[in-house]
């Protein structure tokens, strides 16, 4: 079945740093891709998303590409603040639902 | 705007007793809503989806006689857990749609955590 999956966490990092958290998704079809985000004590909010091959998305200083050719829609951030500190969501769009990886959790010290 | 407020935020009841956790749209009319479970420090798992007027579609695994989900209006959609045990301890999550399009963004409430004693 479809599925989604991310980079073990948790990770922590100093503010300022470089951000990579790794995704990678099944190939079936050509489902829309997704990061969502969760601050603690919230609910998950949609951070960016990519409908097709080669799209990036971007938002906040965040980015991600859709590549096709390695299933994959990894999350950079050039500089990291404190404010990052989250619960970050991977997911895969297609049917109308929804299919997230584990979730990677993020610290930001600094 | 896209605003999704969830009711109650935490509960606590015993075990055999009915819950009900409201799921709402605040300033847009749901065309389709979602109900996830998450476990601590685990992802979302979808249990079923609603579209207003319909019956629930119910994701393999999930009991919908011990899950009951309405969705009697574009606004609102309740999920609710007939006679609660320990183990559906959880984080229940609900998401609504304005469209129902593959690539449409859902919006997310803020959760209701479910303590069953």
């Known amino acids: 079945g479809d599925s989604v999956t991310q980079m073990e966490g948790p990770v922590t990092l100093s503010e300022e740093a470089f951000l990579t958290i790794n995704c990678t998704y099944t190939?079936?079809?050509?489902?829309?891709l997704f990061w969502y985000v969760q601050y603690p004590g919230e609910g998950l909010q949609l951070l960016l998303k990519a409908t097709k091959a080669d799209d990036k998305g971007s938002n906040k200083g965040f980015e991600a590409t859709y590549r096709k050719e390695t299933t994959s829609f990894h999350l950079e951030k050039g500089s990291v603040q404190v404010s990052d500190s989250a619960v970050y969501f991977c997911a895969r769009g297609g049917a109308q639902k929804l299919v997230f990886g584990q979730g990677t959790r993020l610290t930001i010290n600094p | 705007g896209a605003v999704v407020s969830q009711h109650p935020s935490w509960v606590i009841c015993k075990s055999g007793t009915s819950v009900k956790i409201e799921c709402r749209s605040l300033d847009f009319q749901a065309t389709t809503m979602f109900w996830y479970r998450q476990f601590p420090k685990q992802s979302l798992m979808l249990m079923a989806t609603s579209n207003e007027g319909s019956k629930a579609t119910y994701e393999q695994g999930v009991e919908k006689d011990k899950f009951l989900i309405n969705h009697a209006s574009l606004t609102l959609s309740t999920l609710t857990v007939t006679s609660a045990h320990p183990e559906d301890s959880s984080f229940y999550i609900c998401?609504?749609?304005?469209?129902?399009?593959?690539?449409?963004?859902?919006?997310f409430g803020p959760g209701t955590r479910l303590t069953v004693l």
């Open positions: 998401s609504a749609s304005k469209t129902s399009g593959p690539g449409d963004e859902q919006f």
């Open positions: 190939a079936t079809g050509y489902p829309s």
